[in-house]
């Protein structure tokens, strides 16, 4: 997310400075990278749903651009996502979801389950029916990080790789990032500065407590296998006795299983209850997982909020601006995010988007 | 193997130089360290029973001398194996063999569920029963090895790390060791050549093929986790569902699961389908796993043999000695193993040892 933002804003002639200690190292690292707001969709959740549809639709000329940029292969799918139901009562909760959806004009169809085998053979045989979302995409995320530290590597933009000890603050507002570290402590002057620090970003020294975020850790396990061929031809999703599970192909034979949902805090820890969940729900729709090598176990944290949405405004503090709370759909967003922190940066100052951060303050009294 | 050999044969007098590219790095970096030929018995497999017995009586004395040479803490634990059944087709199997073990007056002992989780904490409400094998021991085989090569640094034994391309013969026997790699071809002279490189033992250039012995790779998965505290006592084996798997504790809170047996060439890939096989028993034995970290996945290769025995002794090419085919049995047959070349390589010439090559010469013809 701070990649994107930075790379819009030094495209938009502001000057800026990138401190990550591992830029690409957080929830980036972890995710599979679907651009799927259709069928992450939830009951309730339309204005995400909205911001989702409206960030898809900037996806192609931000990953153009990146590529034209760097000369790198962002591995961006637009084949669509298949999700499949495993037994009768995963089919109804989809075949509702569905119609939610058909309200909505999102473009989804209802298949059998032999229709879903036509679209990927490796289907299981007991996979019930599904819902073909044709307008979701996918990319890899990882591929993306480079490319656009290759970006900002190409405009010249610093990307110092240090810690953030704090903000420094005056009665004006925000004056400078102070940077972590014995050796040579230092503060990076700064009457503007981008919060995007995902899951750590209710945690920044220097800060009142009531201006930051209300982002909560949400632990996510996936699981990278490699195949030598690819098994899938776009993104599957998949309720397994209620249980969620998806499998993201990539262009070089690879396959994403994830991922997880924990409530556990700081805990990155990778763990057999997490990889069993994963294997065993991903096994029940394509059995032929079993057979290919694991080539990563990672585990990473969402920057989950009370509603789901992310944050995304002027914080209370004069020059700090949040971007974060992007919970499942940090990369989905991250073109539509980048838009929005770029005219805030220029000195936008309106304040009605459902991603203000105002709408956290009655709860916050 | 061969570390454990050039150690007692350095020991002995003999001038030893061992040539590995990657000592250490076949089966024992895959190895639990069972010692345990007891719960490890099989029905017809009294031979293999009766060397595991003889082997683990050697290892005490053995890594003692090994832990006094080098410093080295090798973990090593004597509080048993607890073999436990998780239905009653795998108790009625369980209790079987425990009969046959009672016949060969080994120390075994049959518990109740209530009993074994006594003993077990954190074995699962649902194990039916088990039997304790109170000889049995375990140690830690990667310990081991890198006590060994600091044993046999200590000892001014050269291990030489490149790949062995062949042997040097003549019409007298074995005249050296090839070294493979363009840069610097050469031969290490030698008389004496034991061949001891596990499940590659049947593949080596420059040796007539009825010589080398008949060992085919047969590949294991593990996992090991990592815990806060120890969760296990002793060894805990079980049969699921027919299907058998084991949990090792470590002094530092690691836990081994292993681990598959899968006949599938070289082959050494972590698979989805292995985590899963080891997640799925492992937890219905002990679900509190599903807490612990993953620390690392791993497969490697056993060198199996057509009648599970070992193959120990002088093969038909004068000079070559081979001390291979351990199969599950590596490390706990490592003493006996080194014991038994060293007295060949010191001129010993009986060959009627059930391990001898000598007994596949008519399958051959």
Redesign the interface.
């Known amino acids: 997310m701070g990649l994107s933002i930075a790379w819009q804003a030094a495209l938009d002639g502001v000057s800026v400075t990138v401190v990550d200690p591992s830029p690409g190292g957080g929830a980036s690292h972890a995710a599979a990278g679907m651009l799927a707001p259709v069928s992450e969709v939830a009951y309730t959740e339309e204005p995400l749903l909205r911001l989702g549809v409206d960030s898809l639709a900037r996806w192609p000329a931000f990953a153009a651009r990146l590529a034209e940029a760097t000369g790198h292969d962002l591995d961006l799918r637009a084949e669509g996502t298949l999700d499949v139901a495993f037994d009768a009562d995963d089919l109804a909760a989809l075949h509702e979801l569905s119609t939610f959806m058909a309200k909505l004009d999102l473009p989804v169809e209802r298949l059998t389950g032999r229709e879903c085998r036509r679209l990927e053979p490796m289907l299981a045989p007991s996979v019930r029916g599904g819902v073909l979302a044709s307008g979701d995409a996918w990319i890899d995320p990882r591929r993306v990080v480079r490319a656009l530290l290759a970006a900002l590597s190409g405009l010249g933009v610093p990307v110092v790789r240090r810690s953030v000890a704090g903000l420094d603050t005056g009665d004006d507002g925000v004056r400078g990032v102070r940077l972590a570290g014995d050796e040579s402590p230092a503060t990076i002057p700064a009457r503007q500065v981008v919060l995007a620090t995902g899951a750590w970003s209710g945690t920044l020294a220097g800060v009142p407590p009531e201006v930051l975020p209300p982002v909560r850790p949400v632990k996510g396990q996936i699981?990278r296998?490699r195949s030598p061929v690819p098994v899938l031809s776009r993104c599957v999703r998949g309720t397994v006795r209620g249980s969620a599970v998806y499998l993201v192909p990539r262009g070089d034979g690879e396959l994403v299983?994830g991922a997880t949902q924990e409530e556990l805090g700081f805990d990155t820890?990778?763990?057999?209850?997490g990889?069993?969940e994963l294997?065993?729900d991903?096994?029940e729709l394509m059995p032929g997982?079993?057979?290919?090598?694991?080539a990563d176990?990672v585990a990473g944290l969402r920057p989950g909020t009370p509603d789901n949405l992310p944050v995304i405004g002027r914080s209370a503090l004069p020059g700090l601006i949040l971007a974060t709370g992007h919970h499942r759909g940090g990369v989905l967003l991250a073109p539509l995010t980048a838009d929005l922190v770029v005219r805030l940066l220029a000195g936008d100052t309106t304040d009605d988007h459902p991603c203000s951060p105002s709408r956290f303050k009655d709860s916050r009294t």
Chains 1, 2 share one sequence.
């Open positions: 699981m296998l299983l820890r990778v763990t057999a209850g990889l069993w294997l065993r991903a096994r997982i079993t057979e290919l090598e694991v176990v």
